[in-house]
Protein backbone atom coordinates (compact mmCIF):
# COMPACT_ATOMS: atom_id res chain seq x y z
CA UNK A 1 0.00 0.00 0.00
CA UNK A 2 0.58 3.89 -0.07
CA UNK A 3 1.56 4.56 -3.60
CA UNK A 4 1.69 7.77 -4.74
CA UNK A 5 1.80 8.26 -8.43
CA UNK A 6 3.16 11.66 -10.04
CA UNK A 7 2.83 13.23 -13.72
CA UNK A 8 4.09 14.12 -16.15
CA UNK A 9 7.64 12.39 -14.96
CA UNK A 10 9.51 14.75 -17.29
CA UNK A 11 8.30 18.11 -19.34
CA UNK A 12 10.17 20.72 -21.49
CA UNK A 13 8.41 23.91 -21.69
CA UNK A 14 9.30 27.27 -23.27
CA UNK A 15 9.75 30.13 -21.03
CA UNK A 16 6.77 32.12 -20.05
CA UNK A 17 4.54 28.52 -20.02
CA UNK A 18 2.91 27.37 -17.45
CA UNK A 19 3.34 23.63 -16.11
CA UNK A 20 1.17 21.67 -14.06
CA UNK A 21 2.34 18.75 -11.95
CA UNK A 22 -0.14 16.24 -10.12
CA UNK A 23 0.69 13.92 -7.60
CA UNK A 24 -2.28 11.29 -6.35
CA UNK A 25 -2.35 8.88 -3.84
CA UNK A 26 -3.60 5.73 -5.04
CA UNK A 27 -4.66 3.72 -2.40
CA UNK A 28 -5.26 6.28 0.34
CA UNK A 29 -6.33 9.46 1.20
CA UNK A 30 -4.27 12.05 2.18
CA UNK A 31 -5.50 15.49 3.63
CA UNK A 32 -1.39 16.45 3.45
CA UNK A 33 1.17 16.08 0.31
CA UNK A 34 4.13 18.40 0.35
CA UNK A 35 5.94 19.74 -2.53
CA UNK A 36 9.58 20.05 -2.92
CA UNK A 37 12.55 20.96 -5.08
CA UNK A 38 15.65 19.46 -5.74
CA UNK A 39 19.13 20.55 -7.75
CA UNK A 40 21.33 18.36 -9.48
CA UNK A 41 23.29 17.00 -6.55
CA UNK A 42 21.65 18.90 -3.94
CA UNK A 43 19.19 18.25 -1.28
CA UNK A 44 15.36 18.21 -1.45
CA UNK A 45 14.00 21.45 -0.56
CA UNK A 46 10.23 21.64 0.83
CA UNK A 47 8.21 24.19 -0.88
CA UNK A 48 5.22 24.52 0.42
CA UNK A 49 2.49 21.88 2.42
CA UNK A 50 -0.53 21.29 0.28
CA UNK A 51 -3.79 20.75 2.68
CA UNK A 52 -6.88 19.39 1.22
CA UNK A 53 -9.61 21.94 1.32
CA UNK A 54 -7.79 25.08 2.38
CA UNK A 55 -4.64 26.69 0.69
CA UNK A 56 -1.31 25.82 1.21
CA UNK A 57 1.36 26.65 3.32
CA UNK A 58 4.27 28.17 1.51
CA UNK A 59 7.98 27.88 3.17
CA UNK A 60 9.87 31.28 3.23
CA UNK A 61 11.19 32.63 -0.29
CA UNK A 62 8.58 30.41 -1.79
CA UNK A 63 6.98 32.60 -4.08
CA UNK A 64 3.06 31.48 -3.64
CA UNK A 65 1.76 33.04 -7.31
CA UNK A 66 4.27 31.72 -9.33
CA UNK A 67 4.04 27.98 -7.53
CA UNK A 68 0.26 27.49 -7.09
CA UNK A 69 -0.63 24.77 -5.19
CA UNK A 70 -4.19 23.11 -5.43
CA UNK A 71 -5.37 19.96 -3.09
CA UNK A 72 -9.11 20.02 -4.28
CA UNK A 73 -9.69 16.19 -2.60
CA UNK A 74 -8.05 13.84 -0.84
CA UNK A 75 -6.02 12.46 -3.67
CA UNK A 76 -5.06 14.70 -5.80
CA UNK A 77 -2.74 17.87 -4.89
CA UNK A 78 -0.97 19.58 -8.01
CA UNK A 79 1.27 21.94 -8.69
CA UNK A 80 1.29 24.13 -11.36
CA UNK A 81 4.32 26.73 -12.43
CA UNK A 82 3.61 29.56 -13.91
CA UNK A 83 4.99 31.96 -16.51
CA UNK A 84 8.26 29.52 -16.17
CA UNK A 85 12.06 30.77 -16.59
CA UNK A 86 15.01 28.91 -17.32
CA UNK A 87 16.03 28.64 -13.77
CA UNK A 88 12.70 27.22 -12.15
CA UNK A 89 14.34 24.02 -14.30
CA UNK A 90 14.43 21.22 -11.81
CA UNK A 91 12.57 17.81 -9.92
CA UNK A 92 9.90 18.30 -8.88
CA UNK A 93 9.01 15.65 -6.13
CA UNK A 94 6.04 15.98 -3.90
CA UNK A 95 4.99 12.87 -0.67
CA UNK A 96 2.10 12.11 1.03
CA UNK A 97 1.31 9.95 4.01
CA UNK A 98 -2.10 8.06 4.76
CA UNK A 99 -4.39 10.32 7.05
CA UNK A 100 -5.83 6.92 8.09
CA UNK A 101 -2.48 4.58 8.19
CA UNK A 102 0.13 6.77 9.77
CA UNK A 103 2.37 3.61 10.07
CA UNK A 104 3.17 3.61 6.33
CA UNK A 105 5.43 6.65 6.63
CA UNK A 106 5.64 9.04 4.12
CA UNK A 107 5.79 7.93 0.65
CA UNK A 108 7.78 9.91 -2.22
CA UNK A 109 6.21 10.45 -5.71
CA UNK A 110 8.43 9.56 -8.45
CA UNK A 111 9.45 13.28 -9.25
CA UNK A 112 9.00 15.61 -12.46
CA UNK A 113 11.95 16.76 -14.09
CA UNK A 114 10.90 20.29 -15.05
CA UNK A 115 13.27 21.57 -18.30
CA UNK A 116 12.65 25.30 -18.99
CA UNK A 117 13.79 26.29 -22.31
CA UNK B 1 12.28 26.34 11.15
CA UNK B 2 14.30 23.49 11.72
CA UNK B 3 17.97 22.89 10.70
CA UNK B 4 19.17 19.71 9.22
CA UNK B 5 22.83 19.51 9.03
CA UNK B 6 24.49 16.35 7.45
CA UNK B 7 28.27 15.27 6.91
CA UNK B 8 30.16 14.34 5.26
CA UNK B 9 28.93 15.31 2.21
CA UNK B 10 31.01 12.61 0.06
CA UNK B 11 31.37 9.05 1.85
CA UNK B 12 33.73 6.57 0.11
CA UNK B 13 34.27 2.99 1.20
CA UNK B 14 35.57 -0.61 0.64
CA UNK B 15 32.81 -3.17 -0.07
CA UNK B 16 32.16 -5.06 3.42
CA UNK B 17 33.23 -1.97 5.82
CA UNK B 18 31.01 -0.22 7.51
CA UNK B 19 29.80 3.43 6.80
CA UNK B 20 28.25 6.43 9.40
CA UNK B 21 26.47 9.28 8.21
CA UNK B 22 25.77 11.91 11.01
CA UNK B 23 23.18 14.70 11.23
CA UNK B 24 21.99 17.07 13.84
CA UNK B 25 19.29 19.29 13.88
CA UNK B 26 18.24 22.31 15.74
CA UNK B 27 14.19 21.91 16.88
CA UNK B 28 14.29 20.10 20.20
CA UNK B 29 10.65 19.81 19.46
CA UNK B 30 11.55 17.52 16.37
CA UNK B 31 10.57 14.18 17.47
CA UNK B 32 10.57 11.60 14.45
CA UNK B 33 14.04 11.29 12.14
CA UNK B 34 13.74 9.39 9.15
CA UNK B 35 16.66 8.18 6.17
CA UNK B 36 16.00 7.98 3.01
CA UNK B 37 17.86 6.54 0.26
CA UNK B 38 18.27 8.07 -3.19
CA UNK B 39 19.64 6.47 -6.70
CA UNK B 40 20.18 9.00 -9.50
CA UNK B 41 17.00 10.41 -11.02
CA UNK B 42 14.77 8.34 -8.73
CA UNK B 43 12.59 8.80 -5.97
CA UNK B 44 13.68 8.93 -2.42
CA UNK B 45 12.98 5.66 -0.22
CA UNK B 46 12.06 5.30 3.09
CA UNK B 47 15.28 2.73 4.67
CA UNK B 48 14.73 3.32 7.89
CA UNK B 49 13.42 5.49 10.40
CA UNK B 50 13.47 6.50 14.01
CA UNK B 51 11.18 8.21 16.57
CA UNK B 52 12.09 10.47 19.96
CA UNK B 53 11.21 7.97 22.21
CA UNK B 54 14.13 5.46 21.26
CA UNK B 55 17.58 5.55 21.18
CA UNK B 56 18.27 2.89 18.79
CA UNK B 57 16.99 0.82 15.50
CA UNK B 58 18.07 -1.87 13.77
CA UNK B 59 17.24 -3.64 10.43
CA UNK B 60 19.43 -5.94 9.90
CA UNK B 61 22.50 -4.05 8.40
CA UNK B 62 20.78 -0.70 9.21
CA UNK B 63 20.63 0.92 11.78
CA UNK B 64 19.73 4.45 13.35
CA UNK B 65 20.98 6.21 16.59
CA UNK B 66 19.72 9.30 18.24
CA UNK B 67 20.91 11.24 20.94
CA UNK B 68 18.29 14.07 22.12
CA UNK B 69 20.15 15.57 24.56
CA UNK B 70 22.62 16.58 22.02
CA UNK B 71 20.31 16.82 19.13
CA UNK B 72 21.96 14.28 16.53
CA UNK B 73 21.78 11.03 15.06
CA UNK B 74 23.03 8.85 12.76
CA UNK B 75 22.91 5.70 10.36
CA UNK B 76 24.61 3.16 10.27
CA UNK B 77 25.46 1.01 7.16
CA UNK B 78 27.74 -1.93 8.16
CA UNK B 79 28.74 -4.84 5.45
CA UNK B 80 28.13 -2.36 2.88
CA UNK B 81 27.68 -3.80 -0.82
CA UNK B 82 28.05 -1.87 -4.09
CA UNK B 83 24.21 -1.65 -3.89
CA UNK B 84 24.43 0.33 -0.74
CA UNK B 85 26.16 3.44 -3.18
CA UNK B 86 23.24 6.31 -3.77
CA UNK B 87 22.70 9.49 -1.89
CA UNK B 88 21.46 8.92 1.82
CA UNK B 89 19.73 11.83 3.26
CA UNK B 90 18.49 12.29 7.05
CA UNK B 91 15.46 14.55 7.81
CA UNK B 92 13.51 15.54 10.66
CA UNK B 93 9.79 16.36 11.61
CA UNK B 94 7.74 17.06 14.33
CA UNK B 95 4.73 15.10 15.48
CA UNK B 96 3.16 12.48 13.60
CA UNK B 97 0.33 13.68 12.03
CA UNK B 98 0.60 15.66 8.42
CA UNK B 99 4.00 17.58 9.40
CA UNK B 100 6.56 18.69 6.72
CA UNK B 101 9.87 17.06 7.00
CA UNK B 102 13.29 18.79 7.07
CA UNK B 103 15.71 17.16 4.54
CA UNK B 104 20.19 17.50 5.30
CA UNK B 105 22.09 18.35 2.80
CA UNK B 106 22.51 14.68 1.85
CA UNK B 107 25.91 12.34 1.86
CA UNK B 108 26.82 10.63 -1.52
CA UNK B 109 27.85 7.03 -0.69
CA UNK B 110 30.11 4.68 -2.92
CA UNK B 111 31.19 1.12 -2.19
CA UNK B 112 34.11 0.38 -3.78
CA UNK B 113 33.72 -3.46 -5.21
Known amino acids: GAVVSQHPSWVICKSGTSVKIECRSLDFQATTMFWYRQFPKQSLMLMATSNEGSKATYEQGVEKDKFLINHASLTLSTLTVTSAHPEDSSFYIC?????????????FGSGTRLTVV | GENVEQHPSTLSVQEGDSAVIKCTYSDSASNYFPWYKQELGKRPQLIID?????GEKKDQRIAVTLNKTAKHFSLHITETQPEDSAVYFCAASIGNTGNQFYFGTGTSLTVIP
Open chain 1, 95 to 107: SARSSVRANYGYT
Open chain 2, 50 to 54: IRSNV
